[in-house]
């Protein structure tokens, strides 16, 4: 392999690692994103249920 070939192979290797970098960042942020909103549904859900187990608790009297 020649020195030039080898510059051009780590041009390449630069190239491909900062787009699939920046894609994965973009792709993190997505998670992110979707993480957020799970997890206030999931608050959500959490809530509800511990309203209705109160309010199970009371009525049975336990």
């Known amino acids: 392999m020649t020195m030039s070939e ?3 192979k ?3 290797t630069l ?3 900062s ?3 920046l894609t994965g960042r973009l792709f993190c942020q997505k998670i992110q994103a979707s ?3 799970q997890n206030h549904l ?3 859900i959490y809530k509800h249920v ?3 187990e109160t309010i199970s608790c ?3 009297g336990h």
């Open 6 to 8: 080898n510059t051009k």
């Open 10 to 12: 780590k041009e390449k």
């Open 15 to 17: 190239l491909v690692s």
């Open 19 to 21: 787009s699939s970098m």
């Open 35 to 37: 993480i957020k909103v």
């Open 42 to 44: 999931t608050f959500k």
């Open 50 to 52: 511990k309203i209705t």
């Open 58 to 60: 009371t009525s049975t």
